[in-house]
């Protein structure tokens, strides 16, 4: 087969953020395959057939792009920030193993993006300094169930924790239900983020405490940050110290 895909992350918004490797891949592309409002983010060639589908149409999407390269296309999923990280790569393999055994057979590659996390981190200073973890607060793909066990583990572990998708109009109460376990386990005090469209001119910075935290702050275009217990305030910077105990 001639074809090829390629899935890329067009990084948290700011054109200078999407990486070469993107703009190389998408320069090259005959097929651009996406959701809608990340295909806009992206300059659009004569050539070029642009396929927009809806948020949650993972997987179709996936197919129809496998479909495409190996029909001899050069397509290109496009993901907003990292498409390894809560977007469209996972969504590609999980259908090259359930579909086609002749997708097997297909030069696929992943570029790396600028995910959302980094980008919020880099606003507010260095949060992510020591050890962190990032939890979806969507249930539409997993138990809600399963998002409060994996809540509870990370902040009974002591972990710096980005919520990605903290809240959308069809899951308003979820990031408050999320605050309150948290309070059971994190102490008041701990600092908390909500950092919103990170990584473009629109960026706004809210730094807060869990007890004090007002879930209504957040949308599906902000990223929420719970410091760990060496979380820490210099002025207007948040940053979390690599060593245990806040040395370096």
Known sequence: MNGSLVVVGTGPGKAALMTGATQTALARATDLVGYGPYLDR???????????SDNRAELERARLALSLATEGRHVVVVSGGDPGVFAMASAV?????????AWRELDI?????????????????????????????????????????????????????????????????????AFELLKKIKAAATPVLFVRAAGTADAEVVTTTLGTADPSRADMRTLVIIGASTTRRVGRWVYTPRGERGTP
């Open 42 to 52: 992206v300059p659009r060639r004569r050539h070029q057939r642009l396929h927009a």
């Open 93 to 101: 393999f999980e259908a090259v193993e359930a579909g086609d055994p």
């Open 109 to 177: 590659r992943v570029e790396p993006g600028v995910t959302a996390m980094l980008a919020a981190a880099a606003e507010v200073g260095a949060p992510l300094g020591g050890d962190f973890c990032a939890i979806s607060l969507s249930d539409n793909l997993k138990a809600w169930s399963t998002i409060e066990r994996r809540l509870t583990l990370a902040a009974e572990a002591d972990f710096v924790i980005a919520l990605y998708n903290p809240a959308s109009k069809a899951r308003p109460h979820q990031l408050g239900q």
